[in-house]
């Protein structure tokens, strides 16, 4: 344990006493003077086991956003929970996201269920690809904070998004915003209307459109602004409560994302003579690359349509409620990318198309028996996906010469028929009245199949989200292959489906102890162990289908937590110390001109967490969520090298600067033993201040807020590479609204990323250039008015 852990831990275990101390001072007073359920500065309830509770009694660290607060933060896409949640990071990436918890999450590899799983009412959306789609008419997100693998289920090892969107109620009701952003002349709308239909019948139907036509990036050669976006989301609901005891929702969605540019810009010039040197380095405000020329005559563009048709059935019977959910989605993605061209150049040109189906059937049953609270489900899921790559290669830009400067492509395929069935069950016994055991067991069993192929083509001009896979096999070429050893290596092949095959069984137990220190004050210990499921390497390279695989990744975390409220209900508090491992850690870098996929031996994290809301009166709000955080590998030889250490002979060692050898094989590598995890910062936090006050006859009132967010430095990459870490910045936002003090209208003027701080999201060293580095940088400063309304 560090020095600087330890004192975190000190810090807050002395903050507990006071807490603690206080809390028995009003456990001591009559029962007539203690409100038990006063409402509190954030009394939400969350659904982190599948029941509702009130969030300060569910043994998690759990931050939770209501859906009003998303909307006032004008915040549409997962990757901007990423500025307001300690501890939790969102990137793009290049061609695969990023979801990181506490310093874990999934690498660059879309043949990798994500560590950090996402749900939306209950149904699995586990590709990463998928975290694209939107957020809107929602009544929570909560963020879960470690392996959340009890009730969530299988892949879920770093944490949970569990989303809830808006469900019709009995009465006519619309809500919804619209507003424009004007650095990036962005205009988003959402709105949400329930229609009652008749006695026991609803209907809601809910809509987002947005679109951003200036991105973050100007390209001279486009003569235009890069990313542009146009998104748009429709979602149907119906509602039976056909009885009392008796509730059906059926939903459907549709979503359609685009985004029209790419991100990727130089962070370092290639540190080689071979190789020539970027016009621009380190510019987060211009990209100069068109890959709509020869030889590619294609757009830079992420695209993904997602559909999803649900049933929920609710029937309490028996002293609980029996829940039903029935779930088909699809999503089918494309996302072409390239690099910010070596002396304007086009060298690279990566298009990736996914497209996965998924059936899942949920069926749980859960209530309280006296002083046992119990539920037991089950969970079985099918789900095919198919991922095609064409990698397009123009070398001469990037120093090579002759032949091996042919211009043609590498292409992937992949298919994967997966199967998982899981059975688990959740005890809670509550000892006394201020005492409560709970444990559980999740059971789960998958099986993959799947087909893998790499062979030289041409170069394909002109592709677009419809390309097919037929259009990529009509495109090899033999008279390539040479040209393809001579530059890639690596073996070409063609694995059939079936040939590659995986069967996992895995148990995930849990064991909570929670004891109430005075009415409204709780504390908890928590033990769980989870696993996320194997698979294969989409992009694998070698000759035997024996090495495609990649193993489970293993997660068990130790946790102690303190909820509750104090000064009279009017400081809601918690805080969580926390210590995580993981074993088989699944990473993927670049190395070469490859991708390569890899498990980590072990690495682990450390920290505390502590979140406050403050509500003097009426009229002030105040808030802090923080967390100091100490993670790190512990047993990972086999780590990719650096821009520095590629330039360098092999074994060659700078002072201060770890080695970078072929230790018992041909690829490079150092070893990350005692470095930091990437995106994790050792202390980030956020704070805001509002103040509201009505204003006039009272009918009306005014509010003004400003919130801070601020995080230490991390690495933007998994290569413990200089010029690819961000320093350690702060960010400000701030908002003045004026409105109705019932709530059925209200106008603000935000302002988000008030300093300008153009952060990099997103590092990696240059395929075929691994001397030099690039990367993507945030949007900047973003001032707008939003016009929200309900009745």
Request: proline content about 4%; charged content about 20%; glycine content about 10%.
């Amino acid at each position: 344990m560090t020095k600087t852990y330890f004192k975190a831990v000190v810090l807050a275990t002395t903050a507990m006493c006071a807490v603690q101390a206080h809390a028995q001072v009003g456990a001591a007073l009559p029962a007539t003077e203690v409100i038990e359920d006063a409402p509190s500065a954030s009394d939400i309830i969350v659904t982190a086991r599948k029941r509702e509770e009130n969030l300060r009694d569910v043994p998690v660290a759990i931050t939770a956003i209501s859906g009003d607060t998303l909307v006032a933060q004008n915040i549409t896409q997962m990757i901007d929970l990423s500025k307001t949640v300690p501890n939790f990071t969102y990137s793009y990436g290049a061609a695969n996201t990023y979801a990181y918890i506490r310093g874990f999450g999934s690498g660059s590899s879309a043949g990798f269920e994500q560590s950090v799983g996402k749900f939306v009412d209950n149904v699995s959306y586990g590709r990463d690809q998928e975290a694209r789609i939107p957020i809107f008419d929602i009544e929570r997100v909560e963020v879960l904070k470690g392996p959340q693998v009890l009730t969530f289920g299988n892949s879920a090892t770093a944490g949970v998004i569990n989303i809830t969107t808006k469900k019709p109620g009995n009465e006519f009701q619309a809500d919804g915003s619209i507003g424009y952003e004007f650095e990036g002349q962005e205009l988003q709308a959402q709105m949400g209307v329930t229609v009652p239909l008749m006695d026991g019948v609803s209907f809601r139907l809910a809509g987002l459109f947005q679109d951003l036509g200036k991105g973050r990036y100007f390209n001279p050669l486009k003569g235009k602004h890069e990313p542009q976006s146009r998104n748009y989301a429709l979602r149907p609901t119906l509602r039976f409560t056909p009885s009392d005891d008796l509730e059906i929702i059926l939903k459907a969605e549709v979503d359609r994302v685009k985004d029209i540019g790419g991100t990727l810009v130089p962070v370092s010039q290639p540190l080689v003579a071979a190789r020539p040197p970027y016009p621009v380095v380190g510019d987060d405000d211009t990209r100069s690359i068109d890959y709509n020329r020869a030889p590619f005559f294609s757009d830079e563009l992420q695209q993904l349509d997602a559909e999803l048709y649900q049933a929920d059935i609710n029937y309490d019977m028996l002293g609980g409620t029996l829940t039903s959910t029935t779930a088909w989605r699809n999503s089918d993605s494309l996302v072409q990318w390239g690099l910010d061209g070596v002396n304007h150049t086009t060298t690279y040109f990566n298009p990736q198309w996914t497209h996965f189906r998924q059936f899942s059937q949920e069926l749980r049953f859960g209530g309280s028996f006296g002083n046992l609270d119990a539920t037991i489900g089950a969970y079985y899921q099918r789900d095919t996906l198919a991922i095609d790559v064409a990698q397009e290669f123009t070398l001469a830009g990037l120093g090579f010469s002759g032949a091996a400067a042919t211009p043609f492509a590498r292409v992937f395929t992949y298919d994967q028929k997966n199967r998982v069935w899981s059975g688990f069950i959740d005890l809670t016994y509550h000892v006394t009245d201020r005492l409560s055991l709970s444990a559980g067991v999740r059971y789960s069993n998958q099986k993959k199949s799947a087909g893998q192929a790499a062979f030289a083509a041409d170069i394909i001009p002109n592709t677009t989200f419809d390309t097919q896979r037929s259009r990529l096999l009509a495109t090899r070429n033999p008279a390539l292959d040479a040209v393809y050893a001579a530059v890639l290596g690596g073996v070409q092949h063609n694995f059939p489906l079936g040939t590659l095959r995986l069967s996992e069984d895995h148990w995930q137990p849990q064991v909570i102890a929670q004891y109430e220190l005075a009415q409204n004050n709780k504390a908890y210990v928590k033990y769980v162990k989870g696993t996320k499921v194997g698979g294969f390497d989409y992009a694998f390279t070698g000759a035997n289908p024996a090495l495609a695989g990649f193993r489970p990744e293993s997660a068990w975390m130790v946790e102690a937590g303190f909820k509750g409220l104090l000064l009279d209900n009017k400081l809601d508090y918690s805080i969580a110390i926390f210590s995580e491992t993981f074993s088989d850690l699944q990473q993927s870098a670049v190395s070469g001109l490859t991708f390569l996929v890899t498990n980590v031996g072990k690495a682990r994290s450390r920290g505390v967490e502590i979140d406050l809301n403050f509500r003097p009166d009426d009229n002030w709000t105040v808030g802090f969520n923080g967390g100091y955080l100490d993670a790190k590998y512990i047993d990972f030889p086999g780590g990719p090298c650096n821009s520095i250490q590629n330039s360098l002979p092999v074994g060659a060692v700078i002072p201060g600067m770890r080695s970078c050898g072929v230790p018992g094989g041909t690829l490079r590598s150092q070893d990350f033993s005692g470095i930091p995890t990437q995106y994790a910062s050792k202390w980030t936090g956020s704070a805001y201040v509002d103040y509201v006050t009505p204003v006039g006859s009272g009918d009306h009132q005014i509010g003004i807020g400003v919130s801070l967010y601020a995080r230490s430095k991390y690495d933007s990459s998994l290569y413990n590479d200089q010029y690819m870490v961000q320093k350690g910045y702060a960010q400000l936002g701030a908002h003045i609204d004026f409105g109705a003090t019932d709530g059925r209208w209200n106008l603000s003027l935000f302002g988000r990323n008030l300093t300008d701080k153009r952060l990099l999201e997103y590092g990696s060293v240059v395929p075929g250039s691994g001397t030099s580095t690039t990367g993507s940088y945030s949007r900047g400063r973003q001032v707008g008015l939003k016009l929200s309304f309900s009745m």
